[in-house]
């Protein structure tokens, strides 16, 4: 049974002491920076298991969802509600995965590659010219490119189009095609998640993991506003890429949360942090509620990220490109990521390698 850090905290005192503190109680400080270390990791473990659970469950309902192959494939129009059915069940898994990014990078990282790399990361590598296989372009994107392939943005196509070992995005047009996706590309996907989840289950996190992962995920904000201008944005044809950045700041918080009963332990200084932190998180998650759907607000004609000018930044992806180069800057004194690093540093948790 999984059980908060609060009551943890609670039940290690009771354990010594033979009476149970009531959740945030003075008793708590009791506890050494290890067994707060402790808990916090836990309560982190158990928040990415319960999201590696759930990414499994949608990449398995996804490929249950991909219609019986016949001779001429499927497309959005022929097989309407299978794919509208993919789709929703694409979103479930991308919310969950997004949410546990940062440690996966960390402790999967063939498993993160595999998964959630880009079309472009993998073409890069070598030329794909069967989209619909287990092999080259796989991934949560791969699949993505595949459902969304009626509706991929002017800007997406025109930077891959210019890509070398280039292949325009389609439905299955063949038999063969239908099967190699439900039957090859959507079983590596959800064999890499259920793989995932099942070696994560017996892994020991530690500290620079858990809390180090997640800042560098909130270091990674402004890269997702930044290629919107080039189209190479990550949730690029599902137009799903704020959704993604969403999730990000919900791990955030919730990771956050497991470490701050440590970080309050740390005095005026801690306290201080402490507020500052979650400040920048308001701030963030505030911006991204403010703006309709899960896909960023249009780019303002003629926008230049090196030099925008007034008019730009002050429409509403200006306004939002401007909120996320700062909050995610770690150089910044004020922002969220440097507050967060300030916090990992101020309980000593070691930077990752």
């Given at each position: 049974?999984?059980?908060?850090?609060?009551?943890?905290?609670?039940?290690?005192?009771?354990?010594?002491?033979?009476?149970?503190?009531?959740?945030?109680?003075?008793?708590?400080?009791?506890?050494?920076?290890?067994?707060?270390?402790?808990?916090?990791?836990?309560?982190?473990?158990?928040?990415?298991?319960?999201?590696?659970?759930?990414?499994?469950?949608?990449?398995?309902?996804?490929?249950?969802?991909?219609?019986?192959?016949?001779?001429?494939?499927?497309?959005?129009?022929?097989?309407?509600?299978?794919?509208?059915?993919?789709?929703?069940?694409?979103?479930?898994?991308?919310?969950?995965?997004?949410?546990?990014?940062g440690a996966i990078a960390v402790v999967f990282p063939d498993f993160d590659y595999s998964t959630d790399a880009r079309y472009d990361a993998f073409i890069e590598v070598a030329a794909d010219d069967d989209l619909f296989d287990d092999e080259g372009v796989t991934g949560v994107h791969a699949v993505e490119r595949i459902?969304?392939?009626?509706?991929?943005?002017?800007?997406?196509?025109?930077?891959?189009?210019?890509?070398?070992?280039?292949?325009?995005?389609?439905?299955?047009?063949t038999e063969a095609e239908a099967a190699a996706f439900k039957d090859e590309l959507c079983a590596r996907l959800a064999d890499d998640a259920e793989a995932m989840k099942t070696q994560f289950r017996g892994l020991a996190l530690d500290a620079p993991s858990a809390y180090r992962g997640v800042i560098n995920s909130i270091?990674?904000?402004?890269?997702?506003?930044?290629?919107?201008?080039?189209?190479?944005?990550?949730?690029?044809?599902?137009?799903?890429?704020?959704?993604?950045?969403?999730?990000?700041?919900?791990?955030?918080?919730?990771?956050?949360?497991?470490?701050?009963?440590?970080?309050?332990?740390?005095?005026?200084?801690?306290?201080?942090?402490?507020?500052?932190?979650?400040?920048?998180?308001?701030?963030?998650?505030?911006?991204?509620?403010?703006?309709?759907?899960?896909?960023?607000?249009?780019?303002?004609?003629?926008?230049?990220?090196?030099?925008?000018?007034?008019?730009?930044?002050?429409?509403?992806?200006?306004?939002?490109?401007?909120?996320?180069?700062?909050?995610?800057?770690?150089?910044?004194?004020?922002?969220?990521?440097?507050?967060?690093?300030?916090?990992?540093?101020?309980?000593?948790?070691?930077?990752?390698?």
């Amino acid at each position: 049974m999984y059980i908060p850090a609060c009551l943890r905290s609670g039940l290690a005192i009771a354990a010594a002491a033979l009476s149970l503190p009531a959740c945030g109680s003075d008793n708590e400080t009791l506890l050494s920076d290890a067994e707060y270390e402790r808990n916090a990791v836990l309560d982190v473990k158990a928040y990415i298991q319960d999201n590696l659970d759930e990414f499994a469950a949608a990449t398995a309902a996804l490929q249950a969802a991909a219609p019986e192959p016949d001779a001429d494939g499927w497309s959005a129009t022929s097989d309407e509600e299978a794919v509208a059915a993919m789709k929703a069940e694409w979103k479930r898994a991308r919310q969950s995965y997004e949410r546990v990014e940062g440690a996966i990078a960390v402790v999967f990282p063939d498993f993160d590659y595999s998964t959630d790399a880009r079309y472009d990361a993998f073409i890069e590598v070598a030329a794909d010219d069967d989209l619909f296989d287990d092999e080259g372009v796989t991934g949560v994107h791969a699949v993505e490119r595949i459902l969304w392939a009626d509706q991929i943005p002017e800007p997406v196509l025109a930077f891959e189009s210019a890509l070398p070992n280039y292949s325009p995005a389609a439905f299955p047009a063949t038999e063969a095609e239908a099967a190699a996706f439900k039957d090859e590309l959507c079983a590596r996907l959800a064999d890499d998640a259920e793989a995932m989840k099942t070696q994560f289950r017996g892994l020991a996190l530690d500290a620079p993991s858990a809390y180090r992962g997640v800042i560098n995920s909130i270091l990674e904000q402004v890269e997702k506003t930044s290629k919107a201008a080039t189209g190479e944005e990550e949730s690029r044809y599902a137009q799903y890429t704020l959704a993604d950045m969403r999730a990000n700041v919900a791990a955030g918080e919730a990771t956050y949360e497991a470490f701050q009963p440590w970080l309050l332990t740390k005095g005026a200084e801690g306290a201080e942090v402490d507020k500052a932190v979650l400040a920048g998180f308001n701030r963030l998650s505030s911006a991204y509620d403010a703006i309709e759907g899960d896909a960023l607000p249009p780019l303002p004609e003629g926008w230049s990220e090196e030099a925008p000018t007034e008019e730009q930044l002050a429409t509403p992806f200006g306004e939002l490109f401007s909120l996320v180069k700062r909050e995610s800057d770690d150089g910044t004194p004020g922002s969220l990521a440097h507050d967060m690093t300030r916090s990992a540093d101020l309980l000593g948790i070691d930077q990752l390698p």
